[in-house]
C-alpha cells in the first residue's frame, strides 16, 4: 500500500508506504464479468514535513489505520492466463489517526480522532493478471485509489487520501 494525502496545502509531503492485510472473496455474475469483495486493514498517512536543518525544524507525520472495504466489478479477459480490470468504490472505517512530531530532543504524539472524519469514501481502478497454479489462482494486480472524503472535519485545508495499491492475492 503507498498512501498519500492529496490536499490544497503547499506542505511538502512524502509517500507512506506500508504492508496491508485483508481478505478477498469473488461472485461471478455472467461470463468474464464478476464483484470483488476484499475487506482489509489498511495503514495510510504522509510525512509531513522536513526541514532541511533537523536541528532546527520538525519532522511530523500523520499515521491513520482502517479497516477497508472496497467493492470491485472486474472483467476478465481470456481463459488460462487471465488478464483483468477492475473499478469500483471503497468505502473505509477510520479506527485511529495520529500526528507524531519529532524536534530535536523531543517527540509528541497527538490524536486527530476529533478533528478526521471517521468515514471515507473513494474510487479504485486497475488492472492485473490471474495466473493458475495446481488448484489454487494467484492475482497480481495495480490500481489506484482517489479518496473522495476530506478527511479534516472543520478547517479551511481539504485533505483526501488516496494512493497506489499492488495486491498479491491467492
Known amino acids: 500500500n ?3 494525502i492529496n490536499s490544497n496545502s503547499n506542505q511538502d509531503k512524502e509517500t507512506y508506504i ?3 492485510f485483508g481478505l478477498t472473496s ?3 455474475i455472467v461470463q468474464r464479468f464478476s464483484v470483488k469483495l476484499e475487506p482489509a486493514y489498511l495503514k495510510k498517512g504522509t510525512k509531513l514535513m522536513e526541514g532541511e536543518n533537523p536541528m532546527e525544524e520538525p519532522t511530523a507525520n500523520l499515521k491513520s489505520n482502517y479497516l477497508e472495504l472496497p467493492v470491485l466489478f472486474k472483467y476478465s479477459f481470456l481463459e488460462e492466463i487471465t488478464p483483468y480490470v477492475l473499478a469500483g468504490i471503497t468505502m473505509g472505517y477510520q479506527l485511529d489517526t495520529k500526528l507524531d512530531v519529532k524536534f530535536p530532543g523531543l517527540e509528541i504524539t497527538v490524536e486527530m480522532k476529533d478533528v478526521t472524519e471517521k468515514f471515507e469514501f473513494g474510487l479504485s481502478f486497475g ?3 490471474e495466473i493458475p497454479i495446481n488448484h489454487i489462482n494467484l492475482f497480481l494486480d495495480c490500481r489506484y485509489d482517489i ?3 476530506n478527511m479534516q ?3 479551511t485545508v481539504i485533505a483526501d487520501i488516496g ?3 499492488i495486491p498479491i492475492e491467492y
Open 2 to 4: 503507498f498512501a498519500d
Open 18 to 20: 506500508t504492508p496491508a
Open 26 to 28: 469473488e461472485f461471478p
Open 127 to 129: 488492472g492485473g493478471l
Open 147 to 149: 479518496g473522495l472524503t
Open 153 to 155: 472535519k472543520s478547517g
Open 163 to 165: 494512493g497506489v495499491q
